[in-house]
């Protein structure tokens, strides 16, 4: 290898991140670090690798917001975007582990990104350790109001009788929206045709227009088109109904097997932060996700709010996991290949 290069945050290191969660979290967790002593001291910055305005953000100042007067410091929610989540990320990864500079994660940023890049720039497991979960926005296929079909097995059955297929928009290839798109029509088998835009937000024009048939996306993205008789949700990718729309049944009432997807909000500590200040964020997550006012914000954006067991490092590794061996699936499914 030539002097300079930087293999351990590209190839040598993507062997860390297909091989599982539980080994490279238990090396993370054994670096080096700095003695947490009277932390924290000075304020706090969350990188959200985003733009503002974004579910990422949104969860991330709710929770700073209610986290800072727990912690006695205040915390600086910073959005460096670019790259997919790559840039920011990568910033957070080479931080000091020292609790004052933490990652807003996301599957984009946490699980898809690096899995289909030749050569990441950091490995979402050695690199980072989780804190917590902060919640989930589940996904949902809505439909054109023209479409004849009002269930997911309509929409199979039709696809089916359709040579050209149903057009299904998405945010892009390979991202959150594409890959349970692929897992859906592989456990299905309806001929739905994959519309790749950049990001969620360019495919609702179109969608408003007509010129895609549907669109695979988070629920909020498309409440109100559904609200207003502009689009019809078919289904939603969670364990259960939505309070915000409890006419519409979940993909595992219509017979998949927990097939869920949602966009998750995960924050994250470089590796090496002493587990004190885990300990001490995750018991500070935990009083605020018990506030009325946490739980009311959540749910008027359709989020699941974090369990018990999603405020712990392992209840995030273990979600993690089963995140990864989903996306590998979906991404053999589609044929895509790391670039």
Do not use: C
């Not at 500590?269 to 200040?277: H, L, M, S």
Request: glycine fraction near 12%.
């Amino acid at each position: 290898m030539p002097r300079g290069a930087v293999a351990p945050r590209g190839a040598g290191r993507r062997r860390l991140l297909l091989t599982g969660v539980a080994m490279p979290l238990l090396m993370a967790q054994g670096r080096p670090g700095p003695r947490p002593g009277g932390w924290p001291t000075r304020p706090i910055r969350f990188i959200v690798p985003f733009a503002a305005g974004g579910n990422a953000d949104i969860t991330a100042r709710l929770f700073a917001s209610h986290i800072s007067p727990r912690l006695g410091q205040p915390i600086v929610v910073e959005n460096r975007s670019g790259a997919t989540g790559a840039i920011g990320s990568e910033f957070v990864a080479r931080s000091q582990p020292d609790g004052y500079t933490l990652l807003i994660g996301s599957p984009g940023s946490i699980i898809n990104g690096p899995l289909l890049q030749l050569h990441p720039r950091y490995d979402p497991i050695a690199d980072f350790t989780p804190i917590a979960l902060l919640g989930q926005v589940p996904m949902v296929i809505i439909v054109r109001p023209g479409l004849p079909v009002h269930s997911l097995g309509e929409l199979v059955s039709y696809s089916k009788t359709r040579r050209q297929g149903v057009t299904i928009g998405t945010s892009g290839i390979g991202g959150a929206n594409h890959l349970p798109l692929e897992l859906f029509k592989a456990a299905t088998g309806a001929n739905l045709v994959h519309v790749p835009y950049r990001g969620g937000g360019a495919t609702l024009p179109d969608f408003v227009a007509g010129n895609v048939d549907g669109v695979l996306i988070e629920l909020p993205s498309v409440l109100d088109l559904h609200r207003q008789g502009r689009g019809r949700i078919l289904g939603i990718a969670s364990a259960h109904r939505s309070a915000l729309v409890p006419e519409v049944p979940t993909f595992i009432e219509f017979g998949l097997q927990d097939f869920l997807a949602s966009s998750f909000v995960g924050l994250f500590a470089p590796a090496g932060t002493p587990a004190e200040i885990i300990e001490t964020l995750q018991a500070a997550l935990a009083e605020a996700v018990k506030e009325t006012e946490v739980q009311e914000r959540l749910a008027s954006f359709g989020a699941d709010p974090p369990t018990a067991e999603e405020l712990t490092t392992a209840g995030v590794a273990a979600f993690l996991q089963q995140e990864l061996a989903k996306a590998r699936r979906a991404i053999a499914i589609a044929g895509l290949k790391p670039e």
